[in-house]
């Protein structure tokens, strides 16, 4: 008798254990496909690193020589502003040259392969691929169908994981709050189209996060979410008591093929994060948000623009961390 | 080996000389992390320096990073004040290959525009591979192929000759 997994509800896994791909044998890191398999030692130094980053404001030339003479291609099947800019920047800072391909204006659109573009851009002689795509693996796919030499730095793979996005969460928590061990971190919002949360959810148990929820309607939470090590609410004033830190979820509109939700406005009655509501929790809590907001969709404009806001700091920080996971990969390939 | 703390002396007063011959009251110190930095503050110690001193890590500045990599541990640089127009005395534990030198030089520009850089090295050895040289020196040593010196501390600061392969 074969016990068959019960995989078919499971949340989206494609390919091979994501760390054979993206960790070197002595355990570095050559890709950055996914948070989830990471050691806490391993993301505690890409923080490390990131700290490093973000103290360089002060210096009169905002840049370090770290990447001269690298090619950084931004390949980007999906819109994004703050995450390819982002990344630009990361990697401008880092003195690399970068190369932003958009799928709008690519060849994508008259019929190329993923592999074929990917061979194409090998044959120019870049270093690394910074690749964001509507279909959950596609990073893993590119990882490992690239030239040894080339890294590949996942900027979103459909509902899969977003893990330089959770990597600046963890940042910029660290930063405000320190210690995660004592942390109640909410999540709340449309957990099932998100990338973001997932990468978050796997990030915050990785450094060891005292209590991990998740909070939203039914219709919007994966099966067995429970698997993920977090504790489920459906009611976001059972879900805010106590916490330091809520991270809001964009409702993804564009993914919503069917009728997940009644009305957006009935969403903001009941999930929307207001000033009432986040008196519930503690008085220093963190309120994050990975951006765009939709305001009055999820979150309340005077929350998303209040004192316990991070929202803006998550987008610095963005740059420090994505500069630490670029230096971090691109400094394996040749070791 | 040398009590370190002769040659600290050795250093104090050679910088005490050469600052007074240029006329400088008293330069803006700042050690190379992480033994530079423990030579740059037992020397503002004994030279009674009041203004606060800089710390560099020149990890981001290396020319061996596209084949060692990142190096594990990137502590932030910090420099007091603005450089345009200051006086540096650049502080490191050994200078060896130059390299290090040439990456904090490297690195202090991208701060602003110094007046001059005066280096200042605890123990200074052969195998030069770059064209720096230290004004300042509290011992010079000839060591054998594969041979090293380094500093350990911060209580007590010693030196120790270590044997290493292969790496320059």
């Not at chain 1, 840049?63 to 390819?84: D, I, W």
């Not at chain 1, 449309?190 to 990785?206: F, M, T, Y």
């Not at chain 1, 939203?216 to 698997?227: H, T, Y």
């Amino acid at each position: 008798m074969i016990a068959l997994p019960s995989s078919a509800h499971r949340l989206p896994q494609p390919g091979p254990l994501p760390n054979d791909l993206q960790l070197t044998a002595d355990g570095r890191l050559r890709h950055l496909l996914t948070v989830e398999g990471l050691s806490r030692k391993l993301v505690t130094e890409i923080l490390d690193n990131a700290e490093s980053f973000a103290n360089m404001n002060e210096k009169a030339v905002k840049k370090v020589p770290l990447l001269r003479g690298k090619t950084v291609v931004n390949l980007f099947f999906e819109a994004s502003t703050r995450t390819r800019t982002t990344f630009e920047l990361a990697a401008k800072r880092l003195s690399a040259d970068v190369l932003n391909i958009n799928v709008s204006t690519s060849s994508a659109v008259k019929g190329e392969s993923l592999l074929d573009t990917l061979r194409n851009l090998e044959a120019m002689n870049v270093d690394m691929f910074v690749v964001r795509h509507q279909d959950s693996g596609a990073a893993h796919f590119m990882a490992r169908h690239t030239q040894p030499g080339i890294s590949v730095l996942n900027a979103g793979d459909g509902r899969h994981a977003h893990p330089t996005q959770a990597l600046l969460d963890m940042f910029t928590i660290r930063r405000c709050k320190g210690d995660f061990t004592r942390l109640k971190v909410a999540i709340v919002g449309d957990i099932l189209h998100s990338r973001v949360a997932r990468s978050q959810i796997h990030a915050l148990n990785i450094l060891q996060a005292g209590e991990v929820r998740v909070v939203a309607p039914r219709s919007l939470l994966p099966a067995q979410v429970e698997d993920l090590g977090v504790h489920v609410f459906h009611d976001l004033k059972q879900g805010l008591r106590d916490v330091d830190v809520v991270m809001m979820l964009r409702l993804q509109r564009e993914r919503m093929e069917h009728a997940h939700l009644p009305s957006e406005h009935e969403y903001f009655q009941l999930f929307g994060l207001t000033q009432r509501r986040l008196l519930l929790a503690k008085p220093d809590c963190l309120v994050m948000h990975p951006g765009p907001a939709n305001r009055g969709v999820e979150i309340d404009s005077a929350v998303a623009d209040g004192a316990q806001s991070v929202i803006l700091q998550q987008v610095t920080f963005g740059i420090a961390v994505r500069m630490a996971v670029m230096s971090m990969t691109i400094g394996v390939q040749g070791t | 080996m040398a009590e370190i703390a002769s040659l600290l002396d050795n250093m104090v007063e050679q910088t005490r000389y050469h600052f007074e011959q240029r006329g400088i009251d008293e330069p803006l110190v700042v050690g190379i992390h992480t033994g530079g930095v423990w030579i740059a503050e037992a020397l503002v110690q004994r030279l009674g320096y009041t203004r606060p001193m800089g710390k560099l890590d020149i990890s981001f500045y290396r020319d061996d990073f596209s084949r060692i990599g990142m190096h594990p541990q990137v502590r932030p640089s910090e420099l007091p004040e603005e450089l345009d127009n200051q006086h540096i005395l650049l502080v490191d534990d050994v200078l060896f290959t130059g390299r290090t030198i040439r990456a904090a030089l490297n690195e202090l520009f991208d701060y602003g525009r110094p007046a001059s850089v005066t280096l200042a090295v605890l123990v200074e050895r052969d195998g030069r591979e770059l064209p720096i040289e230290a004004a300042i020196v509290g011992a010079h040593l000839e060591l054998g192929a594969g041979e090293q010196i380094k500093l350990r501390g911060p209580e007590p600061l010693r030196l120790e000759r270590v044997q290493v392969e292969g790496r320059s």
